[in-house]
């Protein structure tokens, strides 16, 4: 049977390995939402890469950013959460990491519009086209933050992770890892679960009519949340730990053919 919502991260989950999203996955959500099934991007990308997100899951009215810190009405243009952490939260959090593992590369993001530069560590190494500048750490902190990337080269990314989940109380910041070379710190209480609940909220759907897919231990807490999680077969073994099942890999277009068997056959 159909869920009364569909949730889905976009990277590693939705989109491919090549960037894109296939015409059949695009169709699939189409037929989804045309069963009158409320389909929603839920991504770690901020609210900077709304037009891109938008594009990917084209379906979707609402989406959620950030981790879940941010989520919007991109009908009408409204934001029905907007969640930062202060500068100084954000480096103490960074201050922890570096008390354990030694010096870090950071770089933060703290703009909502559209193509909204990130500001970072002269050495930090950004590995996507989008705007990014060099900028001094007291610069960086000085203003309310959406979130921080943090990264230690030479150190594996799954034991920077360990370690960061141990030395960084919830109280000061959420720790997650979007499968990507570094780790990302947000504020406390945002996760995707919590995101994604508003716009639940808003449509008056239970969480146990909500069918998600994701990939990396960033989807976590949105699995364990809804009615029913899902796994793509490429996803971090972590998720794959909290899902029900697992579909195919975002490669092979598992979301779509997983939802494609809950639709009514067409004559």
Same mark, same amino acid.
């Not at 049977?1 to 989950?13: E, Q, R, S, W, Y």
């Not at 000085?142 to 990264?151: I, P, Y």
């Not at 000061?172 to 570094?182: C, I, K, P």
């Not at 077969?233 to 909290?242: D, F, I, Q, S, T």
């Given at each position: 049977?159909?869920?009364?919502?569909?949730?889905?991260?976009?990277?590693?989950?939705l989109?491919?390995?090549?960037?894109?999203?296939?015409?059949?996955?695009?169709?699939?959500?189409?037929?989804?939402?045309?069963?009158?099934?409320?389909?929603?991007?839920?991504?770690?990308?901020?609210?900077?890469?709304?037009?891109?997100?938008?594009?990917?899951?084209?379906?979707?009215?609402?989406?959620?950013?950030?981790?879940?810190?941010?989520?919007?009405?991109?009908?009408? !243009?409204?934001?029905?959460?907007?969640?930062?952490?202060?500068?100084?939260?954000?480096?103490?959090?960074?201050?922890?990491?570096?008390?354990?593992? !030694?010096?870090?590369?950071?770089?933060?993001?703290?703009?909502?519009?559209?193509?909204?530069?990130?500001?970072?560590?002269?050495?930090?190494?950004?590995?996507?086209?989008?705007?990014?500048?060099?900028?001094?750490?007291?610069?960086?902190?000085?203003?309310?933050?959406?979130?921080?990337?943090?990264?230690?080269? !030479?150190?594996?990314?799954?034991?920077?992770?360990?370690?960061?989940?141990?030395?960084?109380?919830?109280t000061?910041?959420?720790?997650?890892?979007?499968?990507?070379?570094?780790l990302?710190?947000?504020?406390?209480?945002?996760?995707?679960?919590?995101?994604?609940?508003?716009?639940?909220?808003?449509?008056?759907?239970?969480?146990?009519?909500?069918?998600?897919?994701?990939?990396?231990?960033?989807?976590?807490?949105?699995?364990?949340?809804?009615?029913?999680?899902?796994?793509v077969?490429?996803?971090?073994?972590?998720?794959?730990?909290?899902a029900?099942?697992?579909?195919?890999?975002?490669?092979?277009?598992?979301?779509?053919?997983?939802?494609?068997?809950?639709?009514?056959?067409?004559?």
């Open positions: 049977m159909l869920p009364v919502l569909v949730a889905t991260d976009l990277d590693g989950t989109i491919r390995s090549d960037g894109t999203v296939s015409e059949y996955t695009h169709g699939v959500l189409r037929r989804v939402r045309d069963a009158g099934v409320e389909v929603v991007g839920v991504t770690g990308r901020g609210p900077r890469l709304r037009t891109l997100s938008a594009a990917a899951v084209d379906v979707s009215r609402y989406l959620v950013c950030a981790q879940g810190g941010f989520v919007l009405d991109l009908e009408t !243009g409204g934001v029905l959460k907007a969640t930062r952490i202060a500068g100084a939260v954000a480096a103490q959090a960074v201050a922890m990491i570096e008390e354990r593992v !030694g010096p870090v590369l950071v770089t933060v993001e703290a703009g909502e519009a559209d193509h909204a530069p990130l500001h970072g560590d002269p050495t930090f190494e950004w590995p996507f086209p989008d705007p990014w500048e060099p900028a001094d750490r007291e610069t960086m902190f000085a203003s309310e933050l959406l979130k921080v990337f943090v990264a230690k080269p !030479g150190l594996d990314v799954e034991e920077f992770f360990a370690v960061a989940r141990d030395v960084v109380p919830a000061v910041g959420e720790v997650t890892y979007a499968g990507l070379g570094f990302e710190i947000c504020p406390t209480g945002v996760t995707k679960a919590a995101g994604l609940a508003v716009v639940c909220d808003t449509l008056g759907v239970a969480a146990s009519d909500v069918l998600a897919f994701g990939d990396m231990p960033n989807d976590v807490p949105m699995l364990g949340w809804a009615g029913k999680g899902v796994a077969a490429n996803a971090h073994p972590e998720l794959k730990a909290v029900e099942e697992v579909t195919g890999s975002n490669d092979e277009d598992g979301v779509a053919h997983y939802l494609e068997e809950l639709l009514p056959r067409e004559s």
